[in-house]
């Protein structure tokens, strides 16, 4: 029975079931009405639960009917990746669970907490800045997130509080986006002393590329 349910409880019903995390399904409706007895109603749950029945909880709650059960959507795996950038650094953010579909998340909300958890889910452990829809090109496909909730100290976007998922108000021009600190590599080429050669420069993993030499100059050259 939903009388006291919240998403933290939708939460530790996913884990316990083997998933990353949860949320409550709004419009219960939807799947139909159960039958049979209801055996839990007021669930308490705290978040290290390992099984629900260590919840606090009313058994065979008499204040209930099918009207107010409870559903949930489990989460899988959340893998990102970025696209649209000019660099693997950068890019619009684009979101799937488990193995689905890719889709975009909307900037509704999306802030630099947002985009720290983002970029060091990635691998750019030095965070990043988020941007809002038009810096990148627009994303096809779903949308699967709108007004994600970060900290900003989370190991990735599972840990976040996601209100809706696959549920929104947006359009592609509000695909949000992040651009990742990424650390920057340099090395010589085109010698065959290491002290010399040809200056290339990427941007963490990404591609190498050269340096124009409009304004380089000795101190560039010492740096």
């Known amino acids: 029975c939903n009388t006291g349910w919240s998403e933290a409880n939708a939460g530790v019903v ?22 049979g007895r209801i055996w839990f109603g007021d669930v308490t ?40 950038g000019q660099s693997a650094s950068q890019g619009r953010v684009e ?52 007004e994600l909730n970060c900290v900003g100290n989370e190991s990735s976007v599972a840990d976040c509080q ?17 651009i990742c600190k990424a650390a920057v590599s340099v090395r010589l080429t085109g010698s065959r002393s290491p002290l010399q050669g040809r200056v290339e420069i990427r941007s963490g993993n990404g591609e190498w590329g050269t340096i124009c030499d409009d304004g380089v100059d000795d101190r560039d050259a010492q740096v």
């Open 14 to 35: 996913c884990r316990l079931m083997g998933y990353t995390g949860g949320r409550n399904v709004a419009d219960v409706s939807t799947l139909g009405e159960e039958t």
């Open 45 to 84: 749950c705290g978040n290290d639960v390992t099984n629900i029945l260590s919840c606090g909880l009313t058994w065979e709650p008499s204040n209930c009917d099918h009207n107010m059960d409870v559903a949930v959507t489990c989460q899988a795996d959340l893998s990102l990746r970025l696209t649209g």
């Open 95 to 146: 979101i799937s669970s488990g193995n689905g579909e890719w889709g975009t998340i909307c900037d509704d909300g999306f802030d630099d907490r947002d985009a720290q958890v983002v970029c060091r889910q990635l691998g750019y452990v030095t965070g990043g800045v988020a941007t809002v829809g038009g810096v990148f090109d627009e994303g096809t496909g779903p949308i699967w997130l709108e």
């Open 162 to 178: 996601i209100s809706r998922w696959g549920e929104h108000e947006c359009t592609h021009r509000d695909d949000a986006g992040v």
